[in-house]
């Protein structure tokens, strides 16, 4: 292809790792009125080292039930499962106070409350089906270096040269988004002042299918099972005690680990490689632009308490196939502002509930003011006791969030 020519795509999505490659899979299996395939465009800037690569890298994820199911739907949960591990159990607790609450797959009828798989994993497979896709035109390592928005579509020039236009502009690429940039959205930013140690941990007791939320001084700690009895770590710690904490070897990490975790588990055994990450909530007030949606990272990025970051960009991704699928099927222009909008409508509670749910949890876990810490003691002890009062918990955890459209 020479530079100055004009490629037309149908869909072209920025960002190639977890959200964008669902994503292009998603919309791949969607035909438009006379039959034919969607064209889709995936643009990637890290070259495909997938153990580097800092959408798959060292950490792990919660898929919740709902994502599950929204996988399933698209046709991809069967690319995830034999790499997944089951949570059957939750234990939520509050370092040094009595306050606890416990969800379990029985008591919902359900095999597992979410699954966990390394991004990794993930990532191979999904390459894996982007690469048998012929109708999915993967670029990587590409660096997206101009966006002009047209009223009949969205040109984008590579760093390279090479030039599409496209029907639908998708920005699936994380939390300092270039699309999002370019179209100076405006957004909303917290800064936590924590940072998020990542590893993965081996413990005396394999999990078993049970996963932590521990609450501590610093931050909450989330020990999430995996297979052959590992377990993922995600320590939220406050900024000022995370290089500290970084800078221990593996001995004396294990033990401010085991400190502040407890023995639920028995013996912290061993950790591998860790990694930081500050923790920042960015949250774009309006994620639309002309024939351009945000999702996932590049829409919101949270805290990671009670595993809400990937399964909140589930439900973008998963109405978001939705959304196209409705316009093919009515012979609408997939990335009108009338189609945008509907999609946007649909997701907007849901967003917003779920950012200020993360943040109220992060903010209020991370205080000892002692109103505080009792108040939150008394929830979760009512929580263990009454049913009534742990079905919103359930909810989000589950992910059945409703979809309930606002036409």
Known sequence: MSQSSLVHVDVAIVGGGMSGAVLALSLAALRGPTGAPLQILLLEASAPELNAHPGFDARAIALSAGTCEALERHGLWSRFAPHCAPITDIHVSDRGHPGQARLSAAEYGLPALGQVIELSAAGIELQRGIAACPHIRMCCPAQLSAIEPLEEGVVLTLASGERYQ?????????????????????????????SAIIATVRTAQDPAGRAFERFTE????????????????????ARAEA??????????FLTHLQQAFGWRLGRFERSGQRHLYPLVLTAADYP??????????AAHLLHPI?????????RDLDLLTQAVAQALAAGEEIGSFGVLSRYWRRRQEDQA?????????????????????????????????????????AAQTLGFVSQTATR
């Open 288 to 297: 639309l632009a002309q024939r351009t949606a945000l999702v996932g990272n």
């Open 353 to 393: 509930h779920t950012i200020w749910l993360t943040s109220s949890l992060a903010q209020l876990f991370s205080n000892d003011h002692a109103p505080l810490v009792a108040g939150r003691n008394l929830a979760l002890s009512l929580m263990g006791r009454l049913p009534c009062l742990k079905a919103p918990l």
């Open 243 to 252: 290089d500290a904490l970084m800078a221990l070897d593996d001995a004396a």
């Open 218 to 237: 610093g931050g909450p700690l989330a020990l999430l099972p995996m297979q052959d009895g590992l377990s993922s770590l995600v320590w939220s710690v």
């Open 166 to 194: 496209s029907r639908l502009l998708v920005a699936a690429d994380g939390g300092n988004s270039f699309v999002r940039q370019h179209f100076k959205l405006a957004v909303t930013r917290h800064d936590y002042e924590q």
């Open 306 to 314: 009670a595993g809400q970051g990937f399964n909140l960009g589930m």
